[in-house]
């Protein structure tokens, strides 16, 4: 069993920053795809950012040039850095993990966090 835990949600106004972390209880986090989604109400769950476990950044188009993903394996821990946020990136943040390729949509992940709420106000 793998457990994700992520922090550093909050309120934020437009323009802002913030950091989550998502925290792996695993030894195996080395080999995960680490992904950040979001949902926000009434919408579904939207790829975000996905980190190989090389360190490979991939971003959705809405986030590049403002949101920077990273990861530190010694630690087991993937962090979202965002930037000049928007309005429209208010939403629950859920990191996941998954061995072997990254995937934009969500259900290849099998493990994920409980999700941390972030909102920006205008």
């Known amino acids: 069993q793998v457990l994700l835990v992520e922090s550093g949600g909050g309120l934020v106004q437009a323009g802002g920053s913030l950091r989550l972390s998502c925290a792996a209880s695993?030894?195996?986090?080395?080999?995960?795809?680490m992904a950040w989604f979001r949902q926000a109400p009434g919408k579904e769950r939207e790829f975000v950012s996905a980190v190989t476990f090389s360190g490979t950044p991939d971003y959705a188009d809405s986030v590049k040039g403002r949101f920077t993903t990273s990861r530190d394996n010694a630690k087991n821990t993937v962090y979202l850095q965002m930037n000049s946020l928007k309005p429209e990136d208010t939403a629950v943040y859920y990191c996941a993990g998954r061995f072997g390729l990254t995937y934009y949509y969500a259900i290849p992940y099998d493990y994920w966090g409980q999700g941390t709420q972030v909102t920006v106000s205008s």
């Open positions: 695993a030894h195996t986090f080395g080999n995960f795809v």
